[in-house]
């Protein structure tokens, strides 16, 4: 191993003398600019898209997309800040950072990792949560739009969400086999697709309201309020929920760390970011505008799962069932840093426990073999079993999701790259570039602010209501 690999690396042990067991070798990198975008669209493009078109809707015409044009500048700034941390100035030859504690760690120190490592995990714990809720969600519009083809559109089509939360846990169970991100370019893949193809209908179905309707509607003010005030709560949670949609520091290193090198990984995940960037932009852009453009003041929160149509019921059915179909792998995405880091302590905490180390290859009926570690299963089953709980017990925790985005969006995307840098690059105080950044991040910080505010008062408001 060259100098320029040196890393901090999970202790992979030899397991028992079992016949049955085997040796876990350490992942080889091969991702490149493909497999990044990827798991950066799987990451970053949720369903939330379908809901930007009520954001622009708050803000109007020229301060929507403005706003989200600002906001993928600001996000691309932070990953290319960010993409640099990855490798560590050693002494000895550069360290690799292979998640986003490691980086603060070495650059920033420990009381620092403490901070940062509690908000990220706390975000991708909350991600998955919400991604159950949200399932369920789209199950549930499947069979009220059938139940509205049938028997009409004022039919009491109600169903419950308990039962598809269930399913959705069992599935996630299943696909917590998938050892790690380096095997798991194919399901970003996959999720990608599916989230193009909602897009598309979302976009499709926006332009053919559009065109039915004959103009175009919406105004440059967006939609009217009783006073001021409530204007401005609308505005403060509409620039909160387009902040919130964009970055993806809380994996971005993860990813970054199964780019295969050379070529230099923050080179590849540059591109990666600037592609994936350009196709969240332009959907965003396009399902916000179009959505806006077709209904106006009367927008939904969410043009599929909110009812914004009811026909063709089978393209409505199609689109949810792609979203479903992305959040199965979104949650995977977003639950592998958390399984990652907690087996990586585990494996370092009882380095001589059999039930901790040791790997098991089974053979399944028509099925490839495969590698099975207990406590790996033990604690993914678990894990997936809380945020399936958690669903069950608060189904309106995607409120409270506002909040957590709200709380970690200027901390993960914006503080920890831009501290990072200054260490890395040995900024001076007060230099040109010093000010600049420290500007930057004070703006990312007042948007935080806004949209913590926003978010709030909207949960407020939800409950008296």
């Known amino acids: 191993m060259g100098a320029e690999d040196v890393v901090e690396q999970r202790p992979f042990i030899e ?87 490691h980086a603060v760690k070495h650059y920033l120190g420990n009381k620092r990792t403490w901070v940062a490592g509690s908000l990220q995990f706390l975000t991708l714990y909350g991600t998955c949560v919400a991604y159950v809720i949200t399932t369920a969600t789209c199950m549930r519009a499947i069979l009220k739009s059938n139940c509205y083809h049938k028997e009409g559109h004022n039919a ?118 600037m592609v994936a960037i350009f196709i969240t932009t332009f959907f965003y852009l396009c399902c916000g505008c179009f959505g806006y453009a077709a209904f106006g003041n009367n927008t939904p929160g969410n043009l599929l799962t909110g009812f914004g149509f009811y026909e063709p019921y089978w393209l409505i059915d199609l689109a949810n069932v792609c979203i479903i179909l992305h959040l199965i792998g979104g949650y995977q995405i977003f639950s592998q840093p958390i399984y990652s880091s907690a087996e990586g302590w585990a494996s370092r905490k009882f380095p001589n426990s059999g039930f901790v180390n040791n790997f098991y290859k089974l053979k399944l009926p028509l099925l490839p073999s495969f590698q099975i570690n207990t406590f790996k299963f033990v604690f993914r089953t678990v894990y997936v079993i809380t945020t399936t709980g958690l669903g069950i017990l608060f189904p309106y925790f995607n409120q409270v999701l506002g909040v957590l985005g709200a709380m970690s969006f200027w901390p993960l995307a914006i503080y920890f790259p831009v501290e990072m840098y200054f260490v890395q690059k040995k900024i001076e105080a007060w230099s040109r570039k010093w000010i600049v950044l420290r500007c930057f991040s004070f703006v990312c910080f007042l948007v935080t602010v806004v949209g913590l505010i926003g978010s709030l008062e909207g949960i407020i408001s939800q409950k008296l209501g």
């Not at 401005?232 to 295969?260: K, N």
Request: net charge neutral; proline share 7%.
């Open 15 to 101: 397991a028992s003398s079992s016949s049955s067991s085997v040796i876990q070798e350490p992942p080889r990198r091969t991702g490149n600019v493909g497999s990044a975008v990827a798991h950066i669209i799987t990451g970053v493009i949720g369903a939330g898209v379908l809901s930007l078109a009520w954001s622009i809707a708050q803000l109007g015409w020229i301060v929507g997309p403005l706003s989200i044009f600002l906001l993928a500048g600001t996000t691309l700034v932070s990953t290319f800040l960010l993409s640099d941390a990855y490798r560590f100035p050693h002494p000895h030859g550069p360290v690799r950072n292979p998640t986003f504690m």
């Open 156 to 273: 009491p089509c109600n169903y419950g969400d308990t039962l598809f939360m269930v399913l959705f846990g069992c599935i996630q169970i299943i696909m917590s086999f998938i050892p790690d991100l380096h095997n798991m370019a194919w399901v970003s893949v996959v999720a990608a697709i599916m989230s193009f193809t909602y897009s598309f209908i979302g976009l499709g179905l926006g332009i053919a309201q559009t065109i039915e309707n004959g103009r175009i509607m919406g105004s440059v003010t967006g939609v009217p309020a009783k006073n001021v005030v409530e204007k401005l709560w609308l505005i403060f949670q509409a620039l909160g929920d387009i902040a919130f949609a964009y970055p993806y520091s809380v994996i971005l290193l993860e990813i970054q760390d199964t780019l295969e090198s050379p070529p230099p990984e923050n080179q590849t995940m540059k591109k990666a970011s």
